[in-house]
Structures are given as C-alpha cells and as structure tokens.
C-alpha cells in the first residue's frame, strides 16, 4: 500500500514538472513571438552563458555637423538642447521671400488653395515663405523631408536637418498671431544653424483666419502684451522654455481649432522639387546618412526593376525610453537599445497593428552590411539602404500605415480628415491598396520618435479622451471617402479589407 503511495505520488510530481515545463517553453514562444529576438528571454540567457554581460547604453557616433553638442546622462532630451552655449549670428541662413514679421510684403504674396479640396476647401497657402537656398541643380535622384508642425513644436526641426542631408520642405499651421510666433522662430533658428538654409517652409491657415503680423501693423491681440515677451527667447540659441514647456499659448489652441493634418502633409509634398519625397512627422527622426544611401540604393537597385507596377520605400519606425538620452543614429545602436528593452515598434503597447511591419524580426536580427563605396564629396560611410521584403498592404497588414519614401505622384492625404480624429493616413494607403503598390521595406534606415514610449492604461486613456467626438467624425468621413475612392479607381479586391 505504502510502495502504491509511493509510486502514485512519484507519478504526481512527474506531471507537475511535465506541466510546468510545457508552462515555460509556451511562455518563452509567446515572448519569442511577440516581443522579438533581441529581446526574448533565451537570448539574455544564451549571452549570460557565453560570458556576454549587458552592457550599458553606447555613446553615439558623433553627427557630421559642426554644431552638435552630445546630451549628457543628466540632461532630459529636448529639442534644439545640442545648441546651447551657442549665439546667434548677426546674418541668417535663410531667405525670407517676403520678409520679415517687421516688413512683411503683403503686396507680393500670392495665395493659393489647398491641394486636394481647392477652392471648396477652407484652408489657404503661401508657399515659400522661406525659400530653400540649396536647390539641387542636377538631375540626379534626390529626396525631400516633407513636414508639418504648429509653433509648439518647432524645434523638433532643428534636430531633423542636422540628421538630414537634403532639402526639407514644411508646412506651418498659422491661423491668426500663429503666423508671428512661427516666423519668430524660424528667424532665431535661421540664425543659429547653418542647415536651415536647405529649409523651404510654407503657411496654411483658414481662410476665416489668415495670418498677423502684429509688429508690421501695430496691432493688439487681446491680453497678449507682448510676443517677445510670449516666447522668451534665451540668450543662446537653445529653444524657448515655453516651447519645451509646452506653456507656449497659440492661436489654435485658445480657439479650439481643429489641426488640418493633412493639408499640411499634402502642401510640404506638393511644393518639394526633389525626385522623391519622405512625408513624415515633426517628431520622427531620421537615421543618420539617409539621403546619400537612398541615392545610392535608387542607382544600384532600380534599374533591376523592370515591372511596371509602382513603389515606394519604407523606413521602419521605432520609439525609445525617455531616460534615453542620445537618439540612435545608426542600426546597430538601434539594436542595441532593442536588445536592452529601451526601444520598441512604434506603437507597440497602443496600436499593436500601426507600425509592426513584415519583416520586424528578420529586420532586427540582421546586422549592417559593407557601406556602399563613395565619393569624397559625400559623407563618408553612409549605411546602405538594401531592399529586405517586398510587400503589399493587403490582409492581415490592412491596418499598417507605413512612412515611406515616394514621389509627388502618391495619392494625396484626405483634406477632410483631422489630427484629432486619428487613422488621418488611412485613406490614402486604402488607394494605394487598390492601386497595386509594392511597399519595399528598407533594411539599414529608420525614423525614430522623440524619447518617450506611450503605454495603455488609465492615465493614457484619460489623456486621450478628449479625442472621442473627433473620432466619431472621422470614422464616418473615413467610410464615406473609401467608399468614392473604390468607386473612382475600380472594384476592392478581397485582400484590401476596410476594418
């Protein structure tokens, strides 16, 4: 009986250990699966057995700029930080086509409607009202940053053009004394930054609210005393507290205005002059070298593309800890921080299906490759771009909204559609769906947001849901212009699903 006891209880524990040990080897699957490689549990514990130990962050390679100044570990990241100690110069780097906020010329300016809606829309433009100074004079293949930003973030530029090695076009959001406090701040930054003068920027306003100039015409705009007194600018040439601070008070905000998203995306597009344009957003950074591995990439591997159908090329994105001081500029300081858990997909913990594109793992699993072979006159060793998969957003990435490279012939970004209501590109990659689109994820290139990782729970969600009744607009608009896009271009095939 005893012996049978035993026996039976031997058998017991057998099962537990059977079960806990299925237990385990699902959960490192899960993690394996849903967390990535660089992250899994047996990854940490292969490198601790091979002797590997973790290492701390790696300082980034210094950017090829004459003007960059590393954070340190005890400074949080903010915007424009690399500038300070450094003072404005006397000239500026930009051309201001029709001057200054002091004696803008109203008499020149011509106005223009929005791209998609036109006339019927009720948002206006003036292009280039700071015009680029560095126009590519050749034929050559050439790609533009294409941005939008409001006055409260308008330092997120400065770090955009001292990683990018192009032209950047921007549209500014201007209603009203917007319009002062914007091109009050892109005349310090022109001052500052010898890489402005590749900057192109363009307003959009509503027509029921076209731009002021308060110092030009000695106006007052109710309990605003002063806008140098408004702004503060530093003595040096860092950004204004109250723009870091987020204190800084615009005309949109104290009206309620709704951010036009879209018109902005679609006018920064529309007034590039490159072969090849990157729409994104102001507080997406680039990877160091892109543009001159991107014209190496469309010179070694287009010609090999004989089909006809179209592409366009996509720059996977990924967010960062906000402890996380020095942005990765490189892929392999990028899988670093992956590997550590300081970095994510874009999204990751919010909208699960936003940014995870195909081929993640692959993509973080492989290491840089030989640099292409360059000329003096270009930036020495720019990490090659190289083709990892060829995919279309077709089921089940029919909710992946990727940030690309492509050209000026793209179908344009919903007008209607706000910032506030969200899925704002949605539409556009339902076109591109029906249209056939190749989507070439890039190996070697990445954007990646300013530091900071959004997770769900209760202070996320109150913190959002103010954007509930926007929500509810676009959603309805979002059915109505798929709906005229399916009827314009043709039957939806099966694999463009809506939801």
Same mark, same amino acid.
């Given at each position: ?47 601790? *057995? ?17 003007? *960059? ?20 110069? #006397?000239?500026?780097? =930009? ?30 433009? +003036? ?32 770090? +955009? ?161 906000? @402890? ?29 299906? =936003? ?10 699993? @492989? ?13 020495? #060793? ?10 279309? @957003? ?43 689109? @190749?989507?070439? *994820? ?38 109505? +212009?798929?709906?005229?896009?399916? #009827? ?12």
């Amino acid at each position: 009986m005893k012996l049978q006891r035993r026996l039976h209880g031997v058998k017991a524990f057998r099962f537990k250990v059977f079960v806990l040990v299925l237990f385990l080897v699902f959960y490192l699957l899960l993690v394996n699966i849903f967390v990535g490689p660089e992250r899994s549990i047996v990854t940490n514990l292969l490198s601790k *057995i091979n002797g590997h130990s973790r290492r701390p962050v790696r300082e980034l390679v210094s950017l090829p700029r004459t003007h *960059i100044r590393r954070e340190t570990e005890s400074q949080p990241f903010a915007p424009g930080s690399f500038l300070k100690g450094e003072y404005p110069h #006397n000239e500026s780097y =930009c051309w201001f086509k029709y001057g200054t906020i002091e004696s803008f010329d109203w008499d020149n300016v011509t106005i223009s409607v929005s791209p998609e809606l036109k006339k019927k829309g009720p948002y206006r433009v +003036i292009y280039n009202v700071i015009e680029n100074m560095k126009k590519n004079e050749d034929s050559e293949p050439d790609v533009t940053y294409c941005t939008h930003v409001t006055p409260s973030f308008q330092c997120n530029i400065l770090e +955009i053009v001292r990683r990018w090695d192009g032209p950047v076009s921007i549209a500014a959001y201007v209603p009203d004394y917007d319009a002062t406090l914007s091109l009050l701040l892109f005349q310090r930054m022109c001052q500052c930054i010898p890489e402005m003068s590749r900057v192109s920027v363009h307003f959009v306003f509503p027509e029921a609210s076209p731009p002021v100039f308060p110092k030009a015409s000695q106006m007052s705009f109710s309990s605003l005393e002063s806008i140098d007194a408004l702004i503060k600018f530093p003595a040096d040439c860092s950004c204004p507290e109250a723009v870091l601070n987020g204190t800084l008070r615009t005309f949109r905000e104290e009206s309620g205005l709704t951010y036009p998203v879209n018109v902005a995306r679609n006018v920064a597009r529309e007034a590039a002059q490159t072969s090849h344009v990157l729409v994104s957003d102001v507080e997406l950074l680039p990877s160091l070298n892109l543009v001159p591995s991107f014209r190496l990439l469309l010179k070694k591997y287009m010609p090999a593309i004989s089909t006809p159908a179209r592409h366009v090329f996509v720059l996977p994105v990924f967010e960062i800890e906000a @402890r996380v001081h020095n942005i990765p500029t490189t892929k392999e300081e990028l899988q670093h921080l992956y590997s550590e858990g300081q970095a994510i997909y874009f999204h990751r913990w919010v909208c699960l299906h =936003c940014q995870r594109f195909p081929g993640l793992e692959r993509w973080l699993q @492989r290491k840089k490759g030989t640099p292409f072979p360059v000329s003096p006159n270009v930036i020495a #060793n720019p990490s090659p771009l190289k083709p990892l998969l060829v995919v279309r @957003r077709e089921f089940p990435h029919h909710r992946w909204e990727p940030i690309y490279i492509g050209t000026r012939n793209e179908p344009l970004y919903s007008e209607y559609l706000s910032w506030e209501g969200r899925q704002d590109k949605m539409t556009q990659m339902h076109a591109m769906c029906l249209l056939g689109y @190749r989507f070439v *994820i890039l190996d070697g290139g990445f954007l990646v947001h300013t530091p900071g990782m959004k997770r769900p729970g209760r202070k996320h969600a109150e913190s959002i849901a103010w954007r509930q009744p926007h929500e509810e607009v676009n959603a309805r608009l979002y059915e109505k +212009i798929v709906h005229a896009t399916e #009827n314009r271009l043709g039957s939806r095939p099966a694999a463009c699903r809506l939801h």
